[in-house]
Nanobody, 122 residues
Framework: QVQLVASGGGLVETGGSLRLSCAGS????????MGWFRQAPGKEREFVGA????????YYADSVKGRFTIARDNAKNTVYLQMNSLKPEDTAVYYC???????????????WGQGTQVTVSS
């Protein structure tokens, strides 16, 4: 059974930082591209960033570029999302996902985690 368990969310003030983690099990983690998505209340789920299976490439949405960094540790089956300079508009439930399809598309990911809430206060 594949599981992706996201953690690290919480409440932070504007300008603060958080690091999300996503631990995978039941899948060949090191062979999958890993992505982060987020969904704010009343909005569609949107792409945040992704990292290739080897960590040689990272991709980011324009809205987070320069503030967020994705990394992975295949030995620990874990992917990270370091979020700096957080803004109120970053408030959302953040999801990790594993896949091999098109990077920014939800359909490019086969497995999804349960999400972790990030709230940025103004």
């Amino acid at each position: 059974q594949v599981q992706l368990v996201a953690s690290g969310g919480g409440l932070v003030e504007t300008g603060g930082s958080l690091r999300l983690s996503c631990a995978g099990s039941g899948l060949a983690f090191s062979t999958y591209k890993m992505g982060w998505f987020r969904q704010a209340p009343g909005k569609e789920r949107e792409f945040v960033g992704a990292i290739s299976w080897s960590a040689s490439s990272q991709y980011y949405a324009d809205s987070v570029k320069g503030r967020f960094t994705i990394a992975r540790d295949n030995a620990k089956n874990t992917v990270y999302l370091q979020m700096n300079s957080l803004k109120p508009e970053d408030t959302a439930v953040y999801y990790c996902a594993a896949g091999s399809g098109a990077t920014p598309n939800l359909t490019g990911y086969r497995y999804w985690g349960q999400g972790t809430q990030v709230t940025v206060s103004s």
